[in-house]
């Protein structure tokens, strides 16, 4: 098969080295791509949003299966846009990607079919947005509509805090409505399932790291670092999502004429009153990507074909029973200001560490050096016989890596670590 991949952080270049592996492949491609990307896939100058470009590439290289890695281009239409001439294509359309592009279109899905999440209400109002958080308090949860790379959601702590951030989550919003909603208790999950139509094939689980810093401190980010699997999410958590959450919003997806095809990332709080869902997103998460692709036994290329050609019920997919962890070194500022164009090297000693593979999130090639392109710089993954062998990998891959501009958070996997341990 001749493949073109879409993207270019760290969770594509997970993606393409996955897919390099695959006996199906005969050529990938990936646009824009990076550095770490390049080392398994043919880079080309395409740019993803000159959707008759894309077409046009396809078309010249016949390719097989184009593999959407972000969020931006399947809200943009995308696939559709690839469906329409006859192109096959991992990622869902524009209309069930709404899932992860409007906070209210999933909010009111989720109360239209008594799919369990958090108590909300959805106000083009500021008025009403003061007035609900006056009579709710603190903590509570503002997000603003559409993409904003993970940035669009402000958990309050107080009042206070809650009634500054109405301007920003306005302005994010722009014409859509505000979703203010309750601030649930409990741990958190992340949940991967293929889906086509009504077909689920379930994957497995993981736990992002959203805040910046060591203890869960600082601004929310893209995610700082992850493990698989999370031990908080059970065989019994996994049974009432899957049929509470996961199944009822195919079903309504294919039922409203517009199926779901693609993965399906299910962000979960496993509350004391069970799993509620706090968001959908349309693509792998990231950094969640990077470890779900060490634990994946079987073949990547196989089940995103089977997913794009509706034959999930006949597919099944096996994990390591080991456990896979990244952490993210990202460029100091991050997720506020940053500089770009520091000297990043070591990756090739780092690479050399037992069960560990560092994933370029925001590299290029500047000359003959490697340097920093974004917030999120490396994705250090290693892969272990407990949670404890993995980070000891992970951070060991670190400390050879020379990047004195770049930072990271040590406590990586410690809830996971503190259950080993039995505290």
């Known amino acids: 098969m001749n493949v073109l991949l879409i993207g270019s ?23 824009p791509g990076n550095p770490g990307i390049a080392e398994d896939a043919e880079i080309v100058p395409l740019k993803v949003e000159d959707q008759t470009a894309v077409i046009a590439f396809c078309k010249e290289k016949k390719i097989d299966l184009v593999v959407i890695g972000p969020e931006a281009p399947l809200t943009a239409g995308l696939a559709d846009a690839l469906l329409a001439a006859q192109i096959k294509v991992f990622g869902p359309q524009k209309i069930p990607a709404t899932l992860e592009g409007s906070k209210s279109f999933t909010k009111r899905l989720c109360a239209e079919h008594n799919i369990p999440t ?21 903590p509570i949860v503002l997000k603003a509509d559409g993409l904003h790379a993970g ?16 301007d920003q989550v306005f302005a994010m919003s722009g014409d859509a409505p505000v979703v203010i909603e309750e601030f649930l208790e409990g741990e958190e999950a992340s949940y991967f399932c ?12 993981a736990q992002d790291h959203k805040r910046v810093f060591d203890n869960d401190q600082g601004p929310n980010t ?11 999410f059970t065989k019994e958590v996994e049974k009432e999502v899957l049929e509470k959450i996961v199944r009822p919003t195919a079903r309504a997806l294919s039922l409203a004429g517009t199926p779901y095809s693609g993965v399906l990332y299910i962000g979960l709080m496993i509350t004391k009153d069970g799993p509620k869902l706090i968001e959908y997103n349309v693509r792998f998460g990231d950094p969640e990507c990077q470890v779900l692709m060490l634990r ?7 089940l995103m074909l089977a997913t794009a050609n509706g034959e999930l019920d006949k597919s099944s997919v096996r994990w390591r029973d080991q456990v896979a962890i990244t952490v993210v070194y990202a460029n100091k500022g991050y997720p506020g200001a940053y500089k770009s164009g520091s000297e990043v090297r070591g990756i090739e000693k780092a690479n050399l560490v037992d069960g560990t593979i560092v994933f370029h999130a925001g590299t290029k090639k500047d000359g003959g050096k490697l340097t920093a392109n974004g917030g999120r710089v490396l994705n250090v993954t290693s892969i272990g016989e407990t949670v404890t062998e993995a980070r000891e990998r992970a951070y060991q891959a670190i400390e050879l890596i020379d990047w004195p501009e770049g930072f990271y958070r040590s406590d990586i996997g410690w809830r996971a670590i503190a259950r080993e341990k039995g505290k």
Do not use: C, N
């Open 9 to 31: 952080g760290g969770r594509e270049h997970a993606m393409s080295w996955k897919i390099a592996a695959s006996p199906l492949l005969s050529k990938l491609y990936a646009a």
């Open 118 to 138: 958090a108590a909300f209400i959805e106000t083009k109002s500021r008025e009403e947005a003061r007035a609900h958080i006056e009579k709710h308090g603190a």
């Open 151 to 166: 940035k669009g959601v402000i958990v309050a702590m107080t009042k206070k805090e809650a009634l500054m951030a109405l």
């Open 194 to 205: 293929f889906v086509h139509g009504e077909q689920v094939l379930p994957l497995t689980s």
């Open 222 to 232: 893209g995610g700082m670092g992850a493990y698989s699997p999370a031990p908080v």
């Open 296 to 302: 994946m036994v079987d073949d990547l290329l196989t």
